[in-house]
């Protein structure tokens, strides 16, 4: 009895871990994207106010999207280590997210029968 409490102390601690990195995985990429839109901003008004370029000549300025561009590549592989390719292109997924959505719909349906 005691040596099955431990084994679910043990799926618990792993399950908060996995749940750690994945919300730091999404504050990563809300960052990520929040800077970017920030930085981008700054750059196209800063030098549309100078009356130099228009915003078109600087959209196409790679300072607006070399940010974007080194940065994403961080999170891409932030990303790969928190839920890894096989996580989206394996078969065990595929059946993982089956499992998922019918149980959701299963869910659905019994709040929508019951009332």
Do not use: P
């Not at 099955?4 to 995985?25: C, H, P």
């Not at 078109?56 to 961080?74: A, K, L, M, P, R």
């Amino acid at each position: 009895m005691m040596e099955n409490k431990f084994t679910e102390e043990q799926r618990y601690l792993k399950a908060k871990k996995r749940v750690k990195e994945i919300k730091g995985f999404y504050a990563h990429f809300i960052v990520y994207i929040l800077v970017n839109i920030f930085l981008s901003s700054i750059i196209i008004f800063g030098k549309m106010h100078d009356g130099t370029e228009s915003f078109f000549e600087v959209i196409n300025d790679f300072g607006v999207y070399s940010t974007w561009i080194f940065w994403g590549i961080g999170v891409f592989f932030h990303w790969l280590g928190v839920f890894g390719v096989g996580n989206v292109v394996s078969k065990s997924w595929e059946e993982r997210k089956i499992k998922e959505i019918m149980q959701q719909e299963e869910e659905k349906n019994k709040r929508l029968f019951n009332k």
